[in-house]
């Protein structure tokens, strides 16, 4: 199994550019997750989903936007990036619920110039 | 909203002196997880604490989860050089959403 991949590794985007990050597990987990690291800080979730065609709101969804049209596949887009967006972002799935561990992908690292 | 408070920030040590970093939570959580990330890596599950009380070893890692279930710990025993990261705790708040929140982290540098 590969686990949770997630493309590209590295981006740098101008500001009020758009672009989707891709994220896939192969794993068959039902839930999966989005999450942005800031230096020095810890995870913030950005949005989630407990299935195909159910994403729900996090902390920090705004400037964002997602879609589950499949069980594998959470792709994250940023509409008109802003410096506010660099960051790292990590894509994670679990099996279920509270009790299961998070397997999380490599990251994606942003800037935003 | 609901907050994960993770003290120290930062810590430095010489190898083969103790460590703990301390997990506080603004509610009662229904359960709390532990990660590592290492330096430009992602973070990898290391334990999780459901019940009150509960204390768990991993070699000389030792993990609690207080009697309240709102706060916890994590304790390295003789540390290595292989500890260094950062160590993060991760509550789940009551019912069953599947989010975790995570606190800031503690990042552990061991000087050889």
């Known amino acids: 199994n590969a686990g949770v991949t997630q493309t590209p590794k590295f981006r740098i985007l101008k500001i009020g550019q758009s672009m989707t990050l891709q994220c896939t597990q192969d794993m068959n987990h039902n839930y999966m997750y989005w999450y942005r690291q800031d230096p020095g800080m810890g995870l913030k979730l950005i949005y989630y989903?407990?299935?195909?065609?159910?994403?729900d709101k996090g902390e920090v969804p705004n400037g964002y936007n997602v879609s589950r049209s499949t069980t594998e596949d959470f792709p994250l887009r940023l509409e008109l990036a802003a410096p506010s967006q660099t960051s790292v972002y990590f894509c994670?799935?679990?099996?279920?619920?509270?009790?299961?561990?998070?397997?999380f992908g490599p990251g994606t690292r942003l800037t935003v110039t | 909203g609901q907050q994960v408070m993770q003290i120290p920030q930062y810590q430095h040590v010489q190898e083969g002196e103790d460590f703990t970093t301390y997990c506080n939570s603004s509610?009662?959580?229904?359960?709390i997880q532990w990660y590592k990330q290492r330096p430009g890596g992602h973070p990898v599950f290391l334990i999780q604490?459901?019940?009150?009380?509960e204390v768990k070893k991993q070699k000389r890692l030792t993990f609690q989860f207080g009697e309240a279930k709102k706060n916890s710990s994590l304790h390295i025993t003789a540390t290595q050089t292989t500890d260094v990261g950062t160590y993060f705790c991760a509550g789940s708040p009551p019912g069953n959403t599947g989010k975790l929140i995570f606190g800031q982290g503690t990042t552990l540098q061991v000087k050889p």
């Open positions: 994670a799935s679990s099996y279920s619920a509270q009790l299961y561990e998070q397997y």
């Open positions: 989903s407990v299935g195909a065609g159910i994403t």
């Open positions: 509610t009662t959580l229904s359960n």
């Open positions: 604490l459901v019940k009150s009380g």
